[in-house]
């Protein structure tokens, strides 16, 4: 089995189910195909006239209320501290997210995107900016000036765009979005009891 996690470092409901999905995957022998994307970017673009870096204002107060104790509710179950909003949320989250594919060519890209969560959530850090993102070179082991450069490629630019474009195609519209197998789709944290269970049928399946 695979399992396909198109996820933005900016959302915290993907904080949780990033660190979530790592024991299921591992519990069922199933490969984890990390795909970063823009959040903003698909919401923008599946909602025409909504706007994805001011809709959190207009929320109802019942709602936002709600929306923050199952937040906590969330972080407290999986064991993680959550601060929200962190300061200037939601971030603009380019850079960071294309750090995330640089960094998968070398095998980091789950140490550099915990990293990134954490700094986020945890530290209300604003990991737009280039001096934060130097700092977490610092935790996972990369040259910062060899990251800060690589970003800035156009291969690189274009390998995350087409992320963005592929997780529209195929009916995405927010993160966490994942795909079982290529075709089982599955969106939020409270969704993986649905993918645990579509995993145990196919495990059946194969004995």
């Given at each position: 089995m695979k399992i396909e996690f198109f996820f933005d470092c900016s959302s915290p409901w993907t904080y949780l189910a990033f660190e979530r999905i790592q024991p299921l995957a591992a519990e069922f022998n199933a490969r984890i195909i990390?795909?970063?994307?823009?959040v903003g970017a698909i919401f923008n673009a599946v909602n025409p006239g909504v706007e994805y870096y001011t809709r959190l204002a207009k929320e109802p107060p019942r709602k936002?209320?709600?929306?923050?104790?199952?937040?906590?509710?969330?972080?407290?179950?999986?064991?993680?501290?959550?601060?929200?909003?962190?300061?200037g949320h939601p971030v603009r989250s380019v850079r960071v997210m294309r750090a995330c594919l640089a960094l998968q060519e070398c095998g980091k890209i789950v140490p550099w995107a915990r990293a990134a969560f954490r700094a986020y959530f945890e530290q209300g850090l604003d990991i737009s900016c280039d001096d934060t993102l130097a700092a977490l070179c610092g935790v996972v082991g990369i040259?910062?000036?060899?990251?800060?450069?690589?970003?800035?490629?156009q291969q690189v630019k274009d390998a995350l765009r087409a992320n963005v474009e592929e997780a529209?195609?195929?009916?995405?519209?927010?993160?966490?979005?994942?795909?079982?197998?290529?075709?089982?789709?599955?969106f939020g944290v409270d969704r993986l009891p649905m993918l645990r269970a579509a995993m145990e049928r196919r495990r059946a399946a194969a004995c």
């Open positions: 990390w795909r970063p994307i823009l936002m209320s709600y929306f923050l104790k199952d937040l906590d509710d969330w972080a407290r179950a999986t064991g993680l501290k959550i601060l929200f909003p962190p300061p040259d910062p000036a060899w990251l800060l450069a690589r970003i800035t490629e529209i195609a195929r009916e995405a519209f927010g993160s966490p979005t994942m795909y079982l197998d290529g075709d089982d789709m599955y």
